[in-house]
């Protein structure tokens, strides 16, 4: 996938397109994605930098970078603390599109940006989507946007090409996730616990569950994200999902390097590494 990247395969595709084209290449090969998440900016956009192009070397298929917000409610603990020390060093929303132009000049890996509605909504929607898509923005997950409130930003996003990837919980209704599958982009991000992002040492036992029921709704990819933290949980949860989404262990990783800053690129790739290897390969195709 990376070396299909690198030869131009999927140049000229952007946002939506290209996740599209991603998702199909990994399903002819009877492969699944695998999707790590960043903080943009923790502990500084330049090691951000350096992180993307080392997750993508590594085999990472797309990769999700978090806007840093005040608020996080959806996070937990770690990834909590990663959006403050990204703060704290001034990461702003222009300045991680700023970067996403940088990793541009080096790497077509499909690019979703995380983050909330206000920050979005203090930018200017259309200037986001305009600016976003001039970047090299694929797709953003905003975490705390009902489908409900999504037309507007859906309105903007669609002309530029840019996909707004919605996340679905176990607690939804089967009447709700045929709404939220109607106006999905991309792919969908399912979450497989009720609670915030973080390590749990059991796999969450409503994920495979989540996923049968959004199955009856939709064709699209399905990512499954929320309490995967090692390796070993990747072969099961990659078998019924489309793409299994990994950021508080990776965080976890940035933040125990930050005193010994040589080490920190290499740990992440190499946490990355085992996570893309446990990959299942040839799986029977759905």
Same mark, same amino acid.
Do not use: W
């Given at each position: %996938?990376?070396?299909? %990247?690198?030869?131009?395969?999927?140049?000229?595709?952007?946002?939506?397109?290209?996740?599209?084209?991603?998702?199909?290449?990994? =399903?002819?090969?009877?492969?699944?994605?695998?999707? !790590?998440?960043? #903080?943009?900016?923790?502990?500084?956009?330049? #090691?951000?930098?350096?992180?993307?192009?080392?997750?993508?070397?590594?085999?990472?298929?797309?990769?999700?970078?978090?806007?840093?917000?005040?608020?996080?409610?959806?996070?937990?603990?770690?990834?909590?603390?990663?959006?403050?020390?990204?703060?704290?060093?001034?990461?702003?929303?222009?300045?991680?599109?700023?970067?996403?132009?940088?990793?541009?000049?080096?790497?077509?890996?499909?690019?979703?940006?995380?983050?909330?509605?206000?920050?979005?909504?203090?930018?200017?929607? $259309?200037?986001?989507?305009?600016?976003?898509?001039?970047?090299?923005?694929?797709?953003?997950?905003?975490?705390?946007?009902?489908?409900?409130?999504?037309? @507007?930003?859906?309105?903007?996003?669609?002309?530029?090409?840019?996909?707004?990837? /919605?996340?679905?919980?176990?607690?939804? #209704?089967?009447?709700?996730?045929?709404?939220?599958?109607?106006?999905?982009?991309?792919?969908?991000?399912?979450?497989?616990?009720?609670?915030? #992002?973080?390590?749990?040492? @059991?796999?969450? /036992?409503?994920?495979?569950?989540?996923?049968?029921?959004?199955?009856?709704?939709?064709?699209?990819?399905?990512?499954?994200?929320?309490?995967?933290?090692?390796?070993?949980?990747? !072969?099961?949860?990659?078998?019924?999902?489309?793409? +299994?989404? +990994?950021?508080?262990?990776?965080?976890?990783?940035?933040?125990?390097?930050?005193? $010994?800053? $040589?080490?920190?690129?290499?740990?992440?790739?190499?946490?990355? =590494?085992? %996570?893309?290897?446990?990959?299942?390969?040839?799986?029977?195709?759905?």
């Amino acid at each position: %996938m990376v070396e299909e %990247m690198k030869k131009g395969t999927y140049k000229a595709l952007r946002g939506t397109q290209k996740i599209e084209a991603t998702f199909e290449a990994l =399903r002819k090969k009877g492969s699944k994605a695998f999707i !790590p998440y960043i #903080t943009a900016g923790d502990p500084d956009i330049a #090691t951000t930098k350096e992180l993307v192009l080392a997750l993508e070397n590594e085999g990472a298929h797309i990769i999700e970078l978090g806007v840093p917000f005040s608020d996080p409610v959806a996070d937990g603990p770690i990834i909590q603390e990663a959006t403050a020390r990204s703060l704290a060093a001034g990461t702003t929303l222009a300045s991680v599109l700023d970067l996403v132009k940088q990793v541009r000049q080096e790497s077509e890996i499909p690019l979703i940006l995380m983050t909330y509605y206000n920050l979005l909504l203090a930018y200017g929607l $259309e200037e986001f989507a305009r600016d976003g898509a001039k970047a090299g923005v694929d797709g953003v997950i905003i975490a705390d946007l009902p489908v409900e409130e999504g037309d @507007e930003l859906r309105e903007v996003l669609d002309p530029q090409g840019l996909a707004l990837v /919605p996340l679905v919980a176990p607690t939804s #209704t089967q009447e709700r996730l045929q709404r939220i599958a109607e106006h999905a982009r991309g792919f969908i991000y399912c979450v497989s616990l009720t609670g915030v #992002t973080g390590e749990r040492q @059991e796999l969450p /036992p409503d994920g495979e569950k989540l996923l049968q029921r959004m199955r009856e709704v939709t064709d699209l990819p399905l990512a499954l994200g929320f309490g995967i933290s090692k390796a070993e949980q990747i !072969p099961y949860m990659a078998e019924k999902a489309d793409a +299994v989404i +990994v950021g508080s262990a990776i965080v976890k990783v940035i933040a125990q390097n930050l005193n $010994e800053r $040589e080490k920190l690129v290499p740990q992440v790739a190499s946490l990355v =590494r085992q %996570m893309v290897q446990a990959l299942p390969q040839k799986l029977t195709i759905k």
